[in-house]
């Protein structure tokens, strides 16, 4: 009987001891992150930078992260963004035929253009289009709900670096998968991106409309220091 307690107490004492664990990170806070990007890279050896770093604890790469020229983080974490149930393979898919039919149209519009000028402002790369259609999504208020007094107020707060480009990408996936299911997702992207990259769009509206609304209620801002 003392024994099964034993083991009992044991095994539980294990547990509590484990499950905080499995939700720390095996890096320290005195980590930090790699540098995969070589512009990144060869603007640290001309600061001098780069030196700085050969003593300090670094973190692992990630298995998607590379010096290849043809990586491009903002590209690899929305195609992070349009897969689901672990598909990588097939959004990674996807969202190289919604290239292949930005630079399709695009194309197009340029044999259209009647004078050199108008080829001149037509992006052909669809990679910047992408890069131009986040930037032009990315909010830089939000609303956050805080109770004072027995009433909740929606106060607009700063949107961090790292969640406006969250935001940004959701609502063009969003406003791509809101569209007719007769129209296959690659077209759809195509579209959500070339409007988004002209600052047009259902997109641009709904930023457009959280930064009112973020304007209407800048008399509750001071509650989010109170």
């Given at each position: 009987?003392?024994?099964?307690?034993?083991?009992?107490?044991?095994?539980s004492?294990?547990?509590?001891?484990?499950?905080?664990?499995?939700?720390?990170?095996q890096?320290?806070?005195?980590?930090?992150?790699?540098?995969?990007?070589?512009?990144?890279?060869?603007?640290l050896?001309?600061?001098?930078?780069?030196?700085?770093?050969?003593?300090?604890?670094?973190?692992?790469?990630?298995?998607?992260?590379?010096?290849?020229?043809?990586?491009?983080?903002?590209?690899?974490?929305?195609t992070?963004?349009?897969?689901?149930?672990?598909?990588?393979?097939?959004?990674?898919?996807?969202?190289?035929?919604?290239?292949?039919?930005?630079?399709?149209?695009?194309?197009?519009?340029?044999?259209?253009?009647?004078?050199?000028?108008?080829?001149?402002?037509?992006?052909?790369?669809?990679?910047?289009?992408?890069?131009?259609?986040?930037?032009?999504?990315?909010?830089?208020?939000?609303?956050?709900?805080?109770?004072?007094?027995?009433?909740?107020?929606?106060?607009?707060?700063?949107?961090?670096?790292?969640r406006?480009?969250?935001?940004?990408?959701?609502?063009?996936?969003?406003?791509?998968?809101?569209?007719?299911?007769?129209?296959?997702?690659?077209?759809?992207?195509?579209?959500?991106?070339?409007?988004?990259?002209?600052?047009?769009?259902?997109?641009?509206?709904?930023?457009?409309e959280?930064?009112?609304?973020?304007?209407?209620?800048?008399?509750?801002?001071?509650?989010?220091?109170?």
């Amino acid at each position: 009987m003392l024994r099964r307690l034993a083991c009992s107490f044991v095994q539980s004492h294990t547990r509590r001891l484990l499950v905080p664990a499995a939700h720390m990170s095996q890096y320290g806070p005195h980590f930090i992150d790699p540098v995969v990007d070589k512009k990144q890279i060869e603007a640290l050896k001309e600061s001098g930078d780069l030196a700085k770093l050969a003593h300090v604890p670094i973190k692992a790469a990630l298995s998607s992260q590379n010096t290849s020229v043809f990586y491009d983080p903002l590209v690899s974490q929305f195609t992070n963004y349009v897969m689901k149930q672990g598909k990588k393979e097939l959004s990674r898919g996807l969202v190289e035929k919604g290239f292949e039919n930005i630079k399709r149209l695009q194309l197009e519009r340029y044999h259209l253009a009647e004078s050199e000028e108008e080829r001149a402002k037509i992006e052909l790369n669809p990679k910047k289009l992408l890069h131009q259609a986040v930037e032009n999504c990315r909010p830089l208020l939000q609303l956050t709900p805080i109770k004072r007094g027995g009433v909740r107020y929606q106060v607009p707060v700063p949107v961090t670096e790292k969640r406006s480009y969250f935001l940004a990408m959701k609502w063009l996936l969003e406003a791509v998968r809101e569209k007719e299911r007769t129209v296959h997702f690659p077209e759809k992207m195509a579209w959500e991106v070339l409007d988004a990259a002209a600052n047009q769009g259902k997109v641009v509206k709904r930023k457009h409309e959280l930064h009112r609304q973020c304007e209407a209620n800048r008399a509750y801002a001071h509650y989010r220091w109170s």
